[in-house]
């Protein structure tokens, strides 16, 4: 039996991949920088007794998600767990910026994960056995101008893990939305994202910090999952303020220095 993760070659993922094999897992890491996952997967065996598969993919292709199933089930590895973790962002005005990149990560974000739990989630089914991990943010819960294609495709995640984990109720497979705040890990250099007011605003945690956190959260079957005190309390605190002042908020703290 393995787990699946997906963007395990930095941040999240990568710590991730750490955790779970801590715990026994035998792991099947997918992301694009091969060199990365093999460095990790050597690093991984060396310090646990645990099988670990690499299998470098673009999942920002159309159709990469069906090749990654089926490549899996070729070689006769089951996934017991799905990681769904990948994932970036962009920084800007949606005007000025790239089509094809906003596409991409829709293509990522939002397509590959949708496909990947669909592909992964019958043989869980039948087996009566297996947990999705899907990564979603803080940003899920409000809209967030100047990163406005990100925060719709996380409130995505947030919304089908959330309601796929209702559908799942005594299946005995679990659905866990992990809800990150910003986080030291590449995501903001991957995003343009930096010297912005919202970076400023709290210490930020580790990527170890948050996948020890995500991983107790899935192994614990909790549905949503919003990592640290500070991220649960601007969450709830965004229920009671209407969303015109929301998204204000959010652009005034998204606007570049
Ligand atoms: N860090 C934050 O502040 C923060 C906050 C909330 C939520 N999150 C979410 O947490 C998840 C992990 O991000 P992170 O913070 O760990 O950032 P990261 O360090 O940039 O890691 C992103 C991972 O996704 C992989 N990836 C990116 N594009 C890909 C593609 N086209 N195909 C396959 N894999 C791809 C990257 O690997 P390759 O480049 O090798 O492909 C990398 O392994 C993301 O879903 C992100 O949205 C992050």
């Known amino acids: 039996m393995y787990t699946l993760i997906t ?42 007794k645990v099988h670990v598969e690499v299998i470098p993919q673009d999942l920002g292709i159309v159709g990469s998600a069906k090749q990654l199933y089926q490549h899996i089930n070729e070689q006769g590895w089951e996934v017991q767990i799905l990681i769904n973790n990948a994932g970036f962002g962009d920084h800007g005005f949606f005007t000025h910026s790239s089509l094809e990149k906003q596409t991409h990560m829709i293509q ?53 893990s959330e309601a796929l984990s209702e559908e799942l109720q005594g299946s005995g497979v679990s659905v866990t939305t992990l809800c990150p705040g910003p986080t030291l890990s590449g995501f903001q250099k991957a995003a343009n ?14 990527s170890k910090e948050v996948a020890e956190y995500g991983y107790d959260s899935m192994m614990k079957e909790s549905v949503v999952a919003i990592h640290g005190f500070k991220n649960q309390m601007l969450v709830q605190i965004a229920r009671f303020i209407p969303r015109f002042v929301t998204r204000k908020i959010v652009k005034a703290l998204q606007k570049r220095r």
């Open 7 to 48: 963007g395990a070659s930095s941040g999240i993922g990568y710590e991730l991949a750490k955790v779970c094999a801590q715990h026994g897992h035998n792991l099947i890491l997918t992301a694009r920088s091969e060199e990365a996952l093999h460095h990790l997967a050597h690093e991984i065996r060396n310090q646990n």
């Open 108 to 160: 990522l974000n939002i397509t590959s994960l949708t496909e990947l739990t669909h592909f992964f989630l019958s043989s869980m089914i039948q087996r009566r056995n297996g947990k999705i991990l899907n990564v979603a943010s803080t940003a899920a819960f409000q809209p967030g101008p100047f990163m406005s294609v990100y925060y719709a495709t996380k409130a995505y995640v947030l919304n089908f």
């Open 193 to 206: 994202f930096s010297n912005l007011a919202i970076l400023k605003m709290m210490k930020q945690p580790t």
